[in-house]
């Protein structure tokens, strides 16, 4: 089974120089590379799931859905309809930045119901700090990647592979992923430390891609979360459907079960 992972961007401008796109076959990164659009990184996952019979992963980098109390609020009974939605209404939302969204000059954080999903909440309690789906402006936002990339899993639902949990499992298979559970403690802002890791990895990383993943943390993200995505094959294949009600309007992030190194 490959394994593919995505550091995604939701720039208006420029939002290719940000994602990368990592590529994991038995163990051996094979490509790390940027300078591809949303929509071509798309084009490139469908073209995958075509080119690998023995099955394909890919783990993106961006919220798949709301806060449940969300989503019934929007009368979206399934996470397909919320996807449809923020397919009409996405790119107004980030403009306008209407609550509960936030983040936008005059746009404080509002009081709701829940900023987190319950995959997130229990991230938290762990001593991971994610961020909520509706800041889409300041430090740290995520709002607007997950908001311009909910779309896109549609088609690439269409195209033949399986959006966990939502889905029932398959061969090809698309999951939520939070690098910072891929790549542990690193401070991954810093240079020395994303050299560092990679140094003490036990992934025989090839020279042409090491200079990427010690220069950004967009590539450092994409590759680590990849080759630990692929230390973690048996898990990922074994992953099934929920039949939460909760989780099948909300999501899940995927959990390594141990962080390498």
């Known amino acids: 089974m490959d394994v593919v992972a995505v550091d995604w961007s939701g720039a208006a401008k420029n939002a290719s120089v940000r994602i990368w796109l990592a590529h994991v076959?038995?163990?051996?990164?094979?490509?790390?590379?940027?300078?591809?659009?949303?929509?071509?990184?798309?084009?490139?996952?469908?073209?995958?799931?075509?080119?690998?019979?023995?099955?394909?992963?890919?783990?993106?980098?961006f919220s798949f859905s709301f806060p449940s109390w969300f989503v019934r609020e929007q009368s979206c009974a399934t996470v397909d309809d919320m996807w449809r939605l923020a397919s009409r209404e996405g790119e107004s939302w980030l403009s306008d930045c209407p609550p509960p969204f936030w983040g936008r000059p005059g746009r404080p954080r509002p009081a709701l119901p829940a900023h987190l999903r319950l995959a997130e909440a229990s991230l938290s309690q762990r001593g991971v700090s994610p961020k909520s789906v509706f800041q889409i402006g300041g430090a740290g936002t995520v709002g607007t990647g997950s908001v311009r990339g909910m779309p896109h899993l549609r088609r690439l639902r269409a195209s033949g592979f399986s959006i966990w949990p939502f889905d029932p499992a398959s061969p090809w298979t698309v999951l939520e992923i939070y690098p910072r559970l891929c790549t542990g403690p690193v401070n991954k802002s810093n240079l020395e430390q994303r050299a560092r890791h990679l140094e003490t990895s036990p992934w025989e990383v090839p020279d042409r891609f090491a200079a990427s993943i010690v220069g950004s943390e967009d590539a450092f993200d994409a590759a680590i979360s990849a080759l630990v995505m692929h230390d973690h094959l048996a898990h990922l294949a074994a992953l099934q459907q929920t039949t939460d009600p909760v989780t099948l309007l909300e999501g899940d992030v995927w959990r390594p079960p141990k962080i390498t190194p």
Request: glycine share 10%.
């Open 25 to 61: 076959v038995d163990g051996e990164l094979v490509a790390l590379r940027n300078g591809r659009t949303r929509h071509e990184v798309i084009d490139d996952l469908v073209a995958l799931r075509s080119q690998t019979p023995q099955g394909l992963v890919a783990g993106l980098d």
